[in-house]
């Protein structure tokens, strides 16, 4: 401590950094215990926390001073920073060549994405009273979806994050034109859709400048930090770069997050990428847990129960048209029912820019302190229902991918030759080699997509969760030659083959193993044969770099045929077996050099 300097624990700053660490690493944590969000953990901790609960009692307990935020307003600039740096790891996955490649879906889906929705709602909240002006107002803030919440929960780049990604992505280059364009309709705006004009044209300078720096300044920026080898100022010169760049579309009039993410496009095309992301990555985390506190602080609780059925009709109407919107979009566009179901629903609550186009409106006098205070309730509970909403989403597409999967193949129920659980990489392979030897076989695969393609592919391919137990009664493994497990679950693997041995127990059971410990219990469990798959490929890259570093072959052979020999007698022992497992063996025709 600097001499002189006294130690204030009053200042909010502690009790405010307790709460945010307390919930970062304790109620978290003891909330994943219960398979609960840390989504949804942080924003109940910001509902506790908040004015509304726990911090409302500081009066009457002093005490809670240091268990609650006593400041709200004085976190949100940190969460803010959390989804800066959001759209800056998405950034670090992208390059200008995928951007160039999505145009069409974020100035095409985007767009009528966006203003579709916000016609659809302007025109209900229209017949129900609103004027035309707050009505356009509060259609364009309640049709935006949630960046900081619906990327983390499905990534950039999976086939619901891919259209979603393009269509948050027009919402935020769209978020200032609509802030300016509420600003012109006020009944006493002067200008204002000449402002809209101005902030295009320094925009595009200042994307410009940014492209121009990511190709001259940053390469020799991050080539200098690297070369200190100090991770404090490649860190450093990390976040100098993504606050650069947020500060510099800020300053054109644009979102700052626009400047984030193409700060992150930007670095992606260098070496430093990973690096960056690696070093970054705590910051975002933490940050993103600071926004998602604020969120919960937003939530008045006794509000809610005093309006509860008006909250939930608009809470509803709003997911109905915004879900709606986006399926029917997706749908039309070639994206399967499924797919389409699952973007529409998770896209369906308001977004946290909600919020910023609420006080626009408000600002420009389009709407009423009353109404402003009720649709921020709204966004409040939309956000925080967010997580739940994805998983409604999968379960929805799940459903529909059932009834629209292409028809099951015909099986011979008193002869299905080779059963193999499980169609990916492994399964798919074993399959190929036993049609190559023209053996009969039906694989069964719990990924409706993965079921759908190999169908295509004239594989005879069953979808079903073997989990479940009445499905491997239908399996009718009685009649079969065999049983191959190939699923990546080694839990679930070891399961089923201690099931099945039970009740068959002659039939050659295959399985899968992760390494030699998991082979051991596979052999408990009563396969006939397990094959560790981290053994051999290990084993077969020890040998390639041997002999390319000069041993000759004769020694690197032999030892692998020890090392070989070792695992075997070890899985053997653990296993109890009273036979060597079948590990594979060199046969004099592999070590001819």
Do not use: C
């Amino acid at each position: 401590m600097v001499p002189g300097m006294a130690l204030n624990l009053h200042n909010s700053g502690f009790s405010d950094a307790l709460v945010i660490l307390g919930a970062a690493g304790i109620v978290i944590p003891a909330f994943a215990r219960f398979r609960i969000s840390p989504v949804i953990g942080f924003i109940l901790v910001g509902v506790l926390v908040g004015p509304a609960a726990l911090g409302g009692l500081v009066p009457q307990v002093p005490w809670l001073y240091y268990l609650t935020i006593s400041n709200p307003a004085s976190i949100e600039p940190f969460a803010e920073f959390g989804i800066i740096l959001l759209l800056f790891s998405i950034g670090l996955e992208l390059s200008l060549k995928r951007l160039w490649t999505m145009r069409r879906l974020v100035f095409g889906l985007g767009a009528v994405e966006l203003f579709g929705s916000a016609v659809l709602i302007a025109i209900g909240l229209h017949l129900i009273g609103q004027a035309w002006g707050g009505a356009i107002g509060l259609g364009l803030a309640l049709s935006l979806s949630s960046t900081a919440l619906v990327l983390p929960l499905v990534g950039a780049a999976s086939r619901v994050g891919r259209p979603a990604f393009a269509m948050l992505l027009f919402e935020d280059l769209a978020l200032v034109p609509i802030i300016f364009a509420l600003g012109a309709m006020a009944p006493t705006a002067a200008g204002g859709w000449e402002g809209i004009w101005n902030v295009a044209l320094r925009g595009a300078i200042a994307v410009a400048a940014l492209f121009a720096a990511g190709r001259f300044v940053l390469p020799r920026l991050f080539a200098q930090a690297a070369r200190t080898k100090s991770p404090e100022l490649f860190l450093a010169a990390s976040l100098l770069v993504v606050i650069v760049a947020s500060l510099t579309t800020a300053a054109a009039g644009l979102s700052p997050i626009v400047g984030a993410l193409l700060a992150g496009v930007l670095i992606a095309e260098t070496e430093y990428a990973r690096e960056v992301e690696v070093m970054t990555e705590p910051f975002k985390g933490l940050a993103l847990g600071v926004f998602l506190l604020t969120i919960g602080m937003r939530l008045d609780l006794s509000l809610v129960l005093a309006n509860w059925g008006q909250l939930l009709a608009a809470i509803i109407a709003v997911m109905a048209v915004k879900a709606g919107v986006t399926t029917a979009l997706l749908k039309f566009t070639g994206t399967r029912t499924g797919t389409a179901a699952e973007a529409g629903v998770l896209m369906s609550s308001p977004s946290e820019t909600t919020l910023i186009v609420l006080a626009a409106a408000l600002a420009a006098g389009l709407i009423l302190p009353s109404t402003a205070a009720f649709w921020t309730t709204v966004t409040a509970i939309g956000l925080t229902i967010t997580p739940l909403l994805a998983k409604a989403g999968q379960a929805v597409a799940r459903r529909i991918d059932r009834q629209e999967r292409i028809a099951d193949p015909d099986v011979d129920a008193d002869r299905p030759g080779t059963v193999i659980i499980g169609f990916g990489r492994v399964g798919r392979t074993v399959a190929d080699m036993l049609a190559v030897h023209g053996k009969p076989f039906v694989a069964v695969e719990a990924d409706i997509d993965v079921v759908n393609e190999a169908k295509r592919a004239g594989y005879p391919v069953i979808f079903g969760d073997v989990a479940r137990s009445e499905l491997v009664d239908r399996l009718r493994l009685g009649h079969a030659d065999a049983l191959i497990l190939t699923m990546d679950d080694p839990v679930l693997t070891v399961a089923l083959a201690r099931r099945v041995r039970g009740w068959l127990p002659t039939l050659p059971i295959i399985a899968r193993a992760r390494d030699g410990a998991h082979a051991s219990e596979l052999y408990k469990a009563g396969v006939t044969d397990a094959v560790p798959e981290t053994l051999e490929s290990s084993l077969q890259l020890s040998e390639a770099v041997l002999v390319d570093i000069g041993v000759a072959m004769g020694p690197v052979i032999a030892s692998i045929h020890e090392k070989r020999d070792e695992m075997r007698q070890m899985i053997r022992q653990d296993a109890n077996l009273d036979r060597d497992p079948r590990i594979r063996r060199l046969r004099q025709a592999d070590v001819t050099p």
